[in-house]
């Protein structure tokens, strides 16, 4: 016969669904010695009810990397659950927050990309005839190396720097 505890056996009223955020204290043995770690976040899903097998999935953000648990509901690793934050939905699963934290991301990517010429792919024919022209107007050059580089995007290119390096006799 299995001892579960008062907080574990009320967990199957838990009223705990998607949208909410929750804080999981979840015990950790480290060195003979249990402590007790928190995990904050958006439970994006709860499955099986408050059947023996029920799990919900809880997903955070740290350093900017998004971080999904899965807990089992009556763990007795878990050492209590608190809803920090209730909040309504229309989806019992929110798996969709995956790929809107990614668009955000990507968004937020765009702007710090610095941008000092933007050009078009098709537009660095026009660069390399301009370095042949000024290259060939000087008759002291023999050698002409040329460096461009440019950083190529969905979109594009969006950085070209242009060295013209010559060594003369």
């Known amino acids: 016969m299995n001892i579960i505890p008062e907080e574990t056996k009320n967990r199957s009223n838990l009223d705990m ?19 007790l770690q928190a995990f904050e976040g958006l439970v994006i899903a709860r499955k099986h009810g408050s059947e023996p097998g029920a799990t919900f999935t809880v997903r ?6 998004g971080v999904e648990r899965i807990f089992p509901l009556f763990s007795p690793s878990i050492d209590r659950i608190e809803v920090v934050r209730r909040s309504k939905v229309r989806k019992s699963k929110l798996y969709y927050i995956r790929d ?22 098709s537009q660095d024919e026009e660069v390399f005839e301009k370095v042949d022209k000024e290259s060939s107007d000087d008759k002291n050059e023999i050698n ?7 950083v190529k995007t969905e979109e594009g290119v969006k950085e070209v720097e242009v060295e ?3 060594a003369s006799k």
């Open 100 to 121: 809107k934290a990614v668009k955000e991301i990507k968004k937020k990517m765009k702007r710090l990309i610095p941008t000092r010429i933007k050009k078009e792919e």
């Open 60 to 65: 955070k953000t740290s350093g900017g990397i």
């Open 17 to 35: 669904g998607a949208g909410d955020v929750v804080r999981v204290w979840v015990k950790i043995e480290e060195k003979g010695k249990t402590r």
């Open 164 to 166: 013209v390096e010559s």
């Open 144 to 150: 002409t190396e040329v460096n461009i580089d440019s």
